[in-house]
């Protein structure tokens, strides 16, 4: 049996939650929160989930969004 609270458990699983709310995630890929709005309104962003009401993404979703919409440089 373990000594620990639920409080410090939560603590940990939060802390190491792969979910992302989208202030979070627009900070990881470095836009801004209304701009990864927009691109989840126009269905151009990076995969999301709805959990109850709420938005989150999961960090391997922005990796695998970012890597596949870059672009390259003419001639490079």
Wanted: hydrophobic share 30%.
């Amino acid at each position: 049996m373990h000594d620990d609270s639920d409080i410090d458990r939560a603590g940990r699983a939060k802390r190491g939650s792969p979910f992302l709310t989208t202030d979070q995630a627009a900070a990881y890929l470095k836009i801004s929160p209304k701009s990864l709005k927009r691109l989840r309104r126009a269905g151009k962003g990076p995969v999301f989930r709805r959990h109850c009401r709420f938005v989150q993404y999961h960090i391997d979703d922005l990796d695998a969004w970012s890597r596949d919409s870059g672009t390259r440089e003419p001639g490079k």
